[in-house]
Nanobody, 125 residues
Framework: VQLQASGGGSVQAGGSLRLSCGAFGRTFGRYVMGWFRQAPGKEREFVAAINWNGSSTKYVQSVKDRFTISRDGRKTTTYLQLNSPQPEDTAVYYC???????????????????WGQGTQVTVSS
């Protein structure tokens, strides 16, 4: 199984960017996908998560009302829409997948089964 994150790049503060994460190698019927990020010199932190049918989502407080997580119901793909990003959102963004029907401790890195390689997001002021 391989997770591929894409869509990163440079954006000005107040702009927008959409990250994508697709799972390849097998079909997942039920899953939870999460996004994490790691800024230079900081630990990796949880950003957002969504379950397989979109009925459950969770965000870290700092991105609520600015970022939106969604998924494509036809395939194991999730999106993270970054609206009005700020310089403090600059980080490498990682996606992760938990092969599970049930919602769980989505903020915990070790809960996930698979990880993508990360995509860099740089926000300039």
């Amino acid at each position: 199984v391989q997770l591929q994150a894409s869509g990163g790049g440079s954006v000005q503060a107040g702009g927008s960017l959409r990250l994508s994460c697709g799972a390849f190698g097998r079909t997942f019927g039920r899953y939870v996908m999460g996004w994490f990020r790691q800024a230079p010199g900081k630990e990796r932190e949880f950003v957002a998560a969504i379950n397989w049918n979109g009925s459950s989502t969770k965000y870290v407080q700092s991105v609520k009302d600015r970022f939106t997580i969604s998924r494509d119901g036809r395939k194991t793909t999730t999106y993270l829409q970054l609206n009005s990003p700020q310089p403090e959102d600059t980080a490498v963004y990682y996606c992760a997948l938990k092969d599970s029907l049930d919602w769980g401790p989505v903020e915990t890195e070790t809960w996930y089964d698979y990880w993508g390689q990360g995509t860099q997001v740089t926000v300039s002021s």
